[in-house]
């Protein structure tokens, strides 16, 4: 009942008598344990090769249900990931984009990313309540100060090098406005090197801002980009790019801003 009520716009589309989208997708509807016994079965059978690890993980997700699996008729396991996606467009139609991911405790470098900022949702959780996480713990200069337009559904399918295992993101992107000129934002800006990877220099100059999580030691990398640059740095040649830039800020420049 709650899921009927909440599937409203601008977070969703209206419901039907086939589907309600994004929040109660089919796969949804089963029981965490399900998910579990067909893991255990898969591994026993040999029908999937995971490592000690890897299987742990993809377990713990079930059991907290942060993803599904899915046995299609090609007899190829499939994880499923429900993704709650902020898209906040500024006054110069530029997105906010996250670039890169920093957990100061781990002892290694920068991570590049290129995506929009986004969250796993839970099974039983609503898109709102996860779009409020969002904002209240990797986008905390954004909470309350933006207005949620519509929504759209992206569907991707990429396999997970890190479990092995084909994934499939079911991505609910949130469109936003700014109630505020970006200006007025309390964002923090940090400079890096003035040298700059030649093919990101039409893409220069451009502000890089930090962004502490509330929940975690983890700190986001954002800059404002066109959707002609977001796709174009998605590139694999980019992100490598982006990458070298991202490793000229050094770890005390960048805590000393943070601060």
Same mark, same amino acid.
């Not at 640059?229 to 800020?249: C, G, I, P, V």
């Given at each position: 009942h709650n899921r009927l009520v909440a599937a409203c716009p601008p977070h969703a589309v209206w419901p039907n008598d086939l589907c309600i989208q994004p929040h109660l997708d089919?796969?949804?509807?089963?029981?965490?344990?399900?998910?579990?016994?067909?893991?255990?079965?898969a591994m026993q059978q040999k029908v999937l090769r995971l490592t000690k690890e890897q299987y742990?993980?993809?377990?713990?997700?079930?059991?907290?249900?942060?993803?599904?699996?899915?046995?299609?008729?090609?007899?190829?396991?499939?994880?499923i990931v429900a993704v709650e996606a902020l898209l906040v467009m500024n006054t110069k139609n530029q997105y906010f984009i996250q670039i890169g991911v920093w957990e100061t405790g781990s002892g290694q470098g920068v991570?590049?990313?290129?995506?929009?900022?986004?969250?796993?949702? +839970?099974?039983n959780e609503l898109p709102q309540? +996860?779009?409020?996480?969002?904002?209240?713990?990797d986008l905390k200069?954004?909470?309350?100060?933006?207005k949620i337009d519509h929504s759209r559904r992206e569907v991707e399918k990429k396999d997970s090098e890190k479990l092995s295992?084909?994934?499939?993101?079911?991505?609910?992107?949130?469109?936003?406005?700014l109630n505020y000129c970006e200006d007025m934002l309390d964002l923090t800006a940090v400079r890096?090197?003035?040298?700059?990877?030649?093919?990101?220099?039409?893409?220069?100059?451009?502000?890089?801002?930090?962004?502490?999580? +509330?929940?975690?030691?983890?700190?986001?990398?954002y800059v404002w980009m066109s959707e002609h640059e977001f796709l174009r740095m998605k590139t694999d040649s980019s992100m490598q790019a982006l990458q070298q830039w991202l490793s000229s800020f050094q770890a005390p420049c960048i805590l000393n801003a943070n601060i």
């Amino acid at each position: 009942h709650n899921r009927l009520v909440a599937a409203c716009p601008p977070h969703a589309v209206w419901p039907n008598d086939l589907c309600i989208q994004p929040h109660l997708d089919r796969h949804e509807l089963l029981n965490q344990q399900v998910g579990v016994g067909l893991l255990l079965q898969a591994m026993q059978q040999k029908v999937l090769r995971l490592t000690k690890e890897q299987y742990e993980e993809i377990k713990q997700e079930l059991v907290a249900r942060k993803c599904s699996l899915q046995q299609p008729s090609d007899g190829v396991f499939h994880r499923i990931v429900a993704v709650e996606a902020l898209l906040v467009m500024n006054t110069k139609n530029q997105y906010f984009i996250q670039i890169g991911v920093w957990e100061t405790g781990s002892g290694q470098g920068v991570k590049v990313v290129c995506q929009y900022p986004a969250k796993k949702r +839970t099974m039983n959780e609503l898109p709102q309540d +996860t779009l409020r996480r969002l904002l209240s713990e990797d986008l905390k200069p954004f909470d309350e100060n933006i207005k949620i337009d519509h929504s759209r559904r992206e569907v991707e399918k990429k396999d997970s090098e890190k479990l092995s295992l084909p994934t499939t993101y079911n991505r609910t992107v949130h469109i936003a406005s700014l109630n505020y000129c970006e200006d007025m934002l309390d964002l923090t800006a940090v400079r890096g090197s003035s040298e700059v990877p030649a093919l990101l220099k039409s893409f220069m100059p451009r502000e890089l801002y930090i962004v502490s999580n +509330t929940a975690s030691d983890k700190l986001g990398f954002y800059v404002w980009m066109s959707e002609h640059e977001f796709l174009r740095m998605k590139t694999d040649s980019s992100m490598q790019a982006l990458q070298q830039w991202l490793s000229s800020f050094q770890a005390p420049c960048i805590l000393n801003a943070n601060i």
